[in-house]
C-alpha cells in the first residue's frame, strides 16, 4: 500500500471517528437517535464532499507543479535554441569579417601600395 493511500487511510479513519464523535456527543445531549440516524447520510454526504474537495486541491497542487516543471523546461529549451542561434550568427559574422579583411589584403589597392612602397 502506498504512503498516500495510508494517509488517506488515516484522514478517513480520522473523519469517521470524527462524526462518530459528533454522533455521540449530539445523542449525550439529549438527541434522540432516531433524529440522528436520519442526520447520518447527510454528515457522509458532506465528509464524502470534503474528502473529494481535499482530492481536488491535492490534485491542483500535483498539476500546478507539473505544469511549473514543464514551463520551466520548455522556456530553458527556448533559451538554449535562442543561445545556439545568437552563436551561429557571431560565427557567420566573424567569418564575414575574416573573409572582408583577407579580400582587401589581397585586393588590387594592397598590390599596388606594395608595388610602390616597399616596405
Known sequence: M?????????RE????AKLF?????????????????ALIPDLRRTRDQLHMKRMLENN???LLSMITKEMSFMLDAKERREEESFRRLDQLIRQQQSYRKNAAEAGPVEKLKRFFLPA
Open 13 to 16: 479513519t480520522k473523519d469517521d
Open 21 to 37: 464523535g459528533c454522533i455521540k456527543e449530539l445523542y449525550e445531549q439529549g438527541v434522540p437517535f432516531s433524529e440522528l440516524k
Open 60 to 62: 491542483n497542487e500535483v
Open 2 to 10: 502506498s504512503s498516500n493511500a495510508l494517509e488517506q487511510l488515516k
